[in-house]
Structures are given as C-alpha cells and as structure tokens.
C-alpha cells in the first residue's frame, strides 16, 4: 500500500469551530488531493496540489484552504465549520500529473462530524 | 460543469454471472478514463484504465470504451460475493487537469 496516512481518522467537531486535517505521505509524489464523499455526490474534488507551495482550487473549495510547506504534507483547513462540511475527507496522492494519471493512491479517509 | 453520470444502483448479480456497470460522461474531449472499487468504509482503489476506444482485459475484468457515444463500461465476469463494493468512473477532463468522479455504483453479488 502506498505510504499515505490521514489524521486523524474520526473527529466530532461544533459549528464555528477551526478544525485542520493532516495528510502525510512517504512515497515522495508531487501530487496530493483533498477530496470529500457525501451519499447522492460522490468524490468530489476540495482543492489539490502540485508541488511545496502550489495549490489549486477544485469543484467545492469554498470554506476550506490547503497549506503545503513539504513535499510529504497537505494540509486542509475548516476555518469555520459547518454541518454541510460534515463528510469524509480523502487525501489522495499521485506521481504523474493529471495529463496522464495511472494510479491515484488514497489515504483510508477521515470522517468529520460537524454539530 | 463536466458531468460523469452512473446508475446508482444496487445492481443485484447472482454468483458466476457477468456484471456489467455503465459511465457516460459530459465532456467529449476527455481522454483518459478509469474504475475505482470501493469497499464500504474503505477507500477506494483503481482496478483497470482505459484511453483508446474498444475493450480492455484484465483478468476477470474488461474496460470498454466508446468515445463517440461518450460511454465507458466495466465488465465483471464470473462475478464472486467479494466483488460486492461501489465502482466509481472517473474521467480526466479535456483541460487535463483533474479527475472526475461519477457517484458510483454498488454492485451486490449473491452466493
């Protein structure tokens, strides 16, 4: 399995709190994502990187940001969470970058629970 | 919005039986496309790739691709009770930027 750990695994959260989720990985990609997985949405795209500092937004960025200071850390943040931000948040890493994508390697999820 | 479309399911198969998971998606200039298997509770995991038209073998698992008819399929044959997960399409859009996941199907395959 890719070296590819989220932290942490399950969080109980209220609503108007900070809440920053941690993706580390051991494989040297340059590549992370930040998705979510809702029922009836499916993955959906946060905000991912391409390399120490460079980050982009995707589909669903709004209320949340992306900080990448090494190569091995993604880090995204709540900074006021909600309960539709309630989900479970996937990083996911990959060596090519999208033009030509073999293997998206997923971390086991991170499931947030906003009161 | 690109849009990567999938029949929700359950698609209910018994054991032995070929299932067969269907994915059309929006944007005609996409190029590469892939299947995700996803056990619940579990994340997901590619399983086949596929970027020319026609079909694709990997074991028990064959890829179809049809550009014109913007459809991509998956074919499970001999299908077993621990194929029982959600198949996720995704499909890099034409700007070559990100992957596109459609809401997956969950397939139940019967002893």
């Known amino acids: 399995d890719a070296g590819i750990t989220q932290s942490p695994r399950h969080k109980v959260t209220e609503t108007g709190t900070p809440v920053t989720l941690r993706c580390h990985q051991t494989e040297n990609h340059r590549y992370m994502y930040w998705y979510r997985q809702d029922p009836g949405h499916g993955l959906r795209l946060i905000h991912y990187?391409?390399?120490?500092?460079?980050?982009d937004k995707g589909e669903v960025s709004d209320g949340y940001s992306v900080s990448r200071s090494k190569t091995e850390d993604f880090l995204l943040t709540l900074e006021s969470a909600t309960s539709s931000q309630t989900s479970v948040y996937f990083c996911a890493i990959s060596e090519s970058p999208a033009t030509s994508i073999e293997k998206l390697f997923f971390g086991s999820g991170t499931q947030l629970s906003v009161l | 919005q690109k849009e990567v479309e999938q029949n929700s399911g359950p698609l209910s198969v018994p054991e032995g039986a070929i299932a067969s998971l269907n994915c059309t998606y929006s944007d005609r200039g996409s190029q590469s496309f892939f299947w995700y298997r996803q056990y619940s509770g579990k994340s997901p995991e590619l399983i086949m790739s596929?970027?020319?038209?026609g079909d694709k073998e990997d074991g028990r698992f064959t890829a179809q691709l049809n550009k014109a008819s913007q459809y991509v399929s998956l074919l499970i044959r001999d299908s077993q009770p621990s194929d029982s997960a959600t198949y996720l399409c995704a499909v890099i859009d034409s700007g070559y930027s990100t992957l596109t996941f459609g809401k997956g199907t969950m397939l139940l395959v019967s002893p």
């Open positions: 990187s391409y390399g120490v500092k460079d980050t």
């Open positions: 596929i970027y020319s038209n």
